[in-house]
């Protein structure tokens, strides 16, 4: 440690920290546009000009290493003059179109010009005007207003791993952008946005849609993947507007998937149902929410007398006390068959136990040595768990994959097994560590053959000292998910490696504590159809991965009740009953993310129409039924039934009592990041984008 004085102020500080992460954290203010926290140093704005004493100019805080003794002032008039004659050249070139900007009132250039520009400018010669780039449907571009701070092109490289922006030209003619003209492809796209500190890259979506200044900012939780994501969201008089990331450096650091970001549209979307709505004789009826719950109970209460004719489908996005009201529900009628996991076929080792979550937390994955990534993309799944894999890789981590060809890595890997039969590959690679270290277990493998990459990834997993295994949503997928669950277990204890079974869905892990007591076969209901379905915040023929029998059971059924956020089609000619349901910011309720944090948030915008939150929903149906217990005034409530239960997530011991001569390759099934859920399937933004152009990336 060495003593800084800045301004008078002695500041303790690591040698070699840069002068403006020591002022940062003493509270001292330095102005700055290049410079960020998460970004590597480019120093090229000069903005963080100060007076070093025994320095014979001003230098940039933001590259200047501190040493013991020495003495800084950021309010000097050296330092001034400086920052003052900076910021006349960065104002030289830019436009006076601060009133039309959708950066004004949140504008970096423009809370430092109040500082440090003058109110009129020696420059009278004409101003350079830039073209603006067509990026795609999510990022708006006025590059004339770019001050060329680069951090959009950093982050591209740094954190999204993709080189989308570069710089071209020199001097003032020096111009940002793809040199040809293409999108801009990151699924991390959206945080050039906030970082942008002018108006030259702004939200398409959002543009003129309201000023900055008008909006009120609500903290809650990402709904789509299990990252549980922290967001604002912003709302103007009730009605969400935006989204914007919320720093938590122990989940999302400052960053958000544009998902998260976008996905907000479909609040607004045509095809919100805002009424009950009942099918009498193939005409659709809108009706009041008391008689339309009185029609749910009546048309219901004929085939509780045998229960095992009822399915219950449940969204893995819904809140934690959706799913436990639910099940509350369900099993005071005698209802056992409720699945959230609609996107597997193979339910076998749940005798075993469920364990989908991440076996350290997410900071950690930056410290691993060694990784095996089975039947995953990460990069379109979780997309921020990646970019964590991302800064292990760049930190000397290996990364491994064993996966179906056809995926696109933004990270490097070390080695890379391409299969259509997973089973077979991680067989090879665990009989590989086997003779590795000499040992025996609870698989028989003598008719396995590995080669020399299968040992280079099993050598990989031993010698790191710190080693992980990860299977992914493709893995999930797989008919013989079982017997890879099996053997990636058993491969993580020979090479002392950790497990795990990620979680896609934001609620995944708390429908798994809830849920874990119910046997489930979905597949076999799919398949041999129910005579009456009920869907809590899904669309069958969509959501789940056996889409085409899904749509068949529904269409099959006597009787199907969809608990629903948006109308459709296809609804309307299978469904009886479509009861609106309030989502994302319009409800409140708590989420358990990949590393198990309970992370609760409030509703804070108005539901559209007569759309009510699930869980009131349920909450009403079990009083139309005459059950106790279903007395609540609000969520805090539920959540507090829930706590007593002392609920937890225990590792399975899975029997390793494997066939692996009947194991055949089978079409592994993705489905694209942007059709995981029915939100995401109606922003218009997030479907002109190419990811959402394919049906599967494997095909």
């Not at 990331?245 to 650091?253: D, H, L, S, V």
């Not at 509350?328 to 009628?333: H, R």
């Not at 031993?462 to 992980?468: E, F, L, Q, T, Y």
């Amino acid at each position: 440690m060495v003593k800084v004085e800045i301004n008078g102020q002695v500041v303790e500080a690591r040698e070699g920290d840069m002068l403006i992460d020591v002022a940062d954290s003493a509270s001292i203010s330095i102005p700055r546009f290049c410079y960020h926290k998460k970004l590597s140093i480019a120093a090229n704005c000069r903005m963080c000009l100060v007076d070093v004493e025994g320095a014979w100019k001003a230098v940039p805080a933001c590259a200047t290493p501190v040493t013991d003794g020495m003495k800084v002032n950021t309010r000097s008039p050296k330092a001034i003059a400086a920052q003052k004659a900076v910021m006349e050249f960065l104002l030289i070139n830019h436009p006076l179109d601060c009133p039309i900007c959708d950066q004004g009132g949140e504008c970096e250039l423009q809370d430092v010009a109040m500082d440090y520009g003058d109110d009129v400018s020696q420059y009278s010669e004409a101003k350079r005007i830039v073209g603006d780039r067509n990026v795609g449907s999510l990022i708006q571009t006025d590059m004339t207003r770019c001050i060329h701070c680069t951090r959009c092109v950093r982050f591209g490289q740094e954190i999204a791993g993709l080189k989308e922006l570069g710089a071209t030209g020199r001097s003032e003619w020096m111009e940002i952008g793809t040199y040809i003209e293409k999108s801009i492809d990151s699924e991390l796209s959206g945080n050039m946005i906030d970082l942008c500190p002018v108006g030259a890259l702004t939200n398409k979506p959002f543009r003129y849609k309201a000023r900055s200044w008008e909006l009120k900012a609500h903290p809650t939780v990402a709904p789509h993947d299990s990252i549980g994501s922290n967001i604002f969201v912003h709302t103007r008089n009730g009605e969400v507007m935006r989204v914007v990331p919320r720093e938590n450096e122990a989940i999302n650091e400052t960053w958000i998937a544009d998902r998260d970001r976008f996905s907000c549209e479909a609040l607004h979307s045509a095809d919100r149902l805002t009424q009950p709505k009942v099918k009498a004789e193939g005409h659709w009826s809108s009706m009041d929410w008391s008689l339309a719950l009185q029609v749910t109970v009546e048309k219901l209460k004929p085939y509780l007398a045998n229960p095992e004719q009822i399915a219950i489908l449940l969204s893995p996005n819904s809140t934690l006390e959706e799913v436990y009201l639910v099940k509350k529900l369900a099993n005071a009628l005698g209802i056992n068959n409720i699945e959230h996991r609609l996107r597997q076929q193979d339910f076998s080792a749940d005798q075993y136990g469920i364990n989908q979550t991440l076996a350290m937390r997410l900071a950690d994955v930056e410290a691993l040595d060694s990784v095996l990534v089975i039947g995953g993309h990460l990069r379109k799944d979780l997309p921020l768990l990646n970019n964590r894999l991302r800064k292990a890789q760049l930190n000397g981590c290996e990364v491994n994959v064993v996966n179906p060809s056809g995926l696109d890595y933004n990270l490097g890997i070390e080695h890379q097994v391409d299969t259509l039969s997973l089973v077979s590959e991680l067989a090879s690679i665990l009989k590989a560590a086997n003779e590795l270290v000499d040992q025996d277990n609870q698989v028989e493998l003598a008719a396995v053959t590995f080669n020399a990459t299968h040992t280079a990834i099993a050598n990989s997993l031993i010698k790191g000292k710190k080693s992980a295994l990860m299977l992914g949503l493709i893995a999930q997928a797989d008919v013989h998910y079982s017997k890879i669950l099996q053997l990636a277990s058993q491969l993580a204890q020979t090479t002392g490696s950790s497990f795990s079974d990620l979680p896609a869905f934001s609620n995944t892990v708390g429908a798994n504590l809830i849920l874990a007591s119910n046997s489930a076969d979905l597949t076999n209901w799919l398949a041999n159809g129910k005579k009456v379905f009920i869907n809590v915040g899904i669309e069958p023929e969509f959501d789940c991965l056996l889409a085409d029998q899904a749509l068949r059971a529904m269409q099959q059924a006597e009787l199907v009740i969809n608990l629903t956020a948006f109308d459709s089609v296809s609804q309307q000619n299978y469904a009886d009953i479509m009861l609106p349901i309030a989502i994302f910011a319009e409800n409140a309720g708590t989420l358990v993310n990949i590393q198990q944090d309970w992370q609760s948030f409030k509703l804070f915008a108005s539901a559209k129409g007569e759309a009510k939150p699930a869980w009131k929903v349920l909450r009403v149906l079990g009083n139309m039924f005459d059950l106790e217990g279903f007395d609540y005034t609000n969520t805090a409530e539920v959540l507090a039934e829930i706590k007593a239960l002392n609920l937890s997530i225990k590792q399975p011991d899975y029997q390793c009592n494997l066939d692996l001569s009947v194991i055949t390759p089978t079409p592994s099934s993705l489905v694209p990041c942007y059709s995981v859920d029915g939100m995401v399937r109606r922003s218009p933004a997030l479907q002109a984008t190419p990811d959402a152009q394919l049906t599967n990336p494997l095909n």
